[in-house]
C-alpha cells in the first residue's frame, strides 16, 4: 500500500514506515460522509410523508423531498471535507520506522 505522511527529522524518503491514524476522527469522518446523507434521505421522505397529507400525490412529494435533502447533504459533507483537510489529525502519521533485524525480517 502506497501513503503519503509528512516524513519528519526521522524518516527518509523510501523507508519503510509504520504509521498510526487517529480511530476517532476516522469514525467521525465515516459517519459523516456516509451516514448523513442516508438520514438526510430518510428525513426528506419523512416530511414529504408529511407534506403529502395536505397536498397529496404522496410518492411525488416523499420523492422530491427525500432527493432534494441528500444531494443537499453533499454540500454539508463538502464543507466537513475542506475543514478536515486542515486538521492534522485526520492525517496519518510515522509512529516507527522499520529496522532490519538479524533474521531478515522488519520490525525488530
Known sequence: MLLEVEI???ARVGDKVRIQI???KTLMATFIVFMIPLL???TGI????????WLGSPSFWET???LSFFFLSF??????EKKAKKDKDYYPHIVEIAKE???GGRWS
Open 8 to 10: 519528519g527529522e526521522r
Open 22 to 24: 487517529s480511530a476517532g
Open 40 to 42: 438526510a434521505l430518510l
Open 46 to 53: 419523512f416530511i414529504g410523508y408529511l407534506i403529502s397529507g
Open 64 to 66: 422530491l423531498f427525500g
Open 75 to 80: 454540500f454539508f459533507v463538502r464543507w466537513y
Open 101 to 103: 533485524n538479524s533474521k
